[in-house]
């Protein structure tokens, strides 16, 4: 009798407590990613507080000014009314982006250019650690409030992939720290390669042009500013390309990185048509304008990477591509223009470490 009886608890407590059971794991597992993303949230604050006070400033001085950084926001406008959004959104970044760049020269006068935008840079990081650490704390604090089971299960099943974003972002402090250049910037550093040895000029707001020639086409290469952490404004850049200066462009090529899904090779290849850059959209946006009122043919092409690589100093695997890359664009140019052709070749990414 005794032994059946304890055959059968077990089976009772599930059916009573099952669901609690589960809450109890799902809470413990929660609060241990949560315990990892605080401590990554208090390493990129540490670490930009030291890679600041390394120009001279004391550390109480800056931590302050610092902990107001980190709780700046950007508010979008409002979209219930769709005509003129992009214009808007522009507007806003740009005030946005003057702001952060006055602060950090404020904070930092003795700074260069490059190596404010790569504070900016690793502010920017931290902030966005801040940002999720506070997100998923709040949650999962709802969810041990209000003993919600399901509440807890869904933020549990996308922690795995927060976790992994948190981790690319914390890869790529020391890139920043070191002005090394990082898996995104492979579109840039393409360009750059081409823009070797050749006249550079400023078309917009840190971002450079140069003027090139292949069998006959000339070439208008498009890149941000580097060394420096920009992505310029390769959107402006064409616009003024094409609408100030006047210059009737044939085709435009794209070089970005690309988010690889699992199971593909990192520094794979693809090609493609359209506008292939990420962001908040103003820049493809304007690509995109541009390239269907004057009817030219869009083609992009992407070098493959997860989101840890995108982020991180740049393996080995992407570097390598770059003259594979360049063979592909001089094909593409080869089949899909002819002598006389103007082509803009714009290279997408962060020029952290690159030049030009």
Known sequence: MLGLLLFYIPFILLIFYGQKIQLWMSLSDVSRSLNKLKLMKEKSRKEAIEFISSFGKSQENISEKIDQFLEYFTLLPVDLDPAG?????EHIMNIRDDRVRAEIK???SSATDTQASNIENLLEVATALNYIYKVVRHYYLLGK????????VQLQMVLPQVLEEAQALMGAIDAFKQSQPIGDGIGAMVV???????????????TVMSESEYKGRALYLIKAEGPGGNVGQ???ALTRLVEEMGVKIDSIIMIDAALKLEGEKTGEIAEGVGAIIGGIGVDRFKIEEVASKHGIPLYAIAIKQSIIEA????KKEIA???DKV???INRIIEEKTKEGDKIAIIGVGNTIGISQ
Do not use: C, F, H
């Not at 959004?85 to 959104?89: A, S």
């Not at 750059?192 to 840190?206: F, L, R, S, T």
């Not at 982020?311 to 740049?314: A, D, E, K, L, P």
């Open 145 to 152: 409030k209000t003993m919600s089971y399901i509440w807890v």
């Open 106 to 108: 404020r904070l930092v």
């Open 311 to 314: 982020i991180s100093v740049m």
């Open 320 to 322: 390598e591509t770059i």
């Open 85 to 89: 959004i992009v214009k808007k959104i």
């Open 192 to 206: 750059g390669k081409m823009m070797v040895e050749k006249e550079k000029k400023v078309i917009a707001k840190d």
């Open 326 to 328: 360049i063979g592909i």
């Open 234 to 236: 390769p959107g402006n």
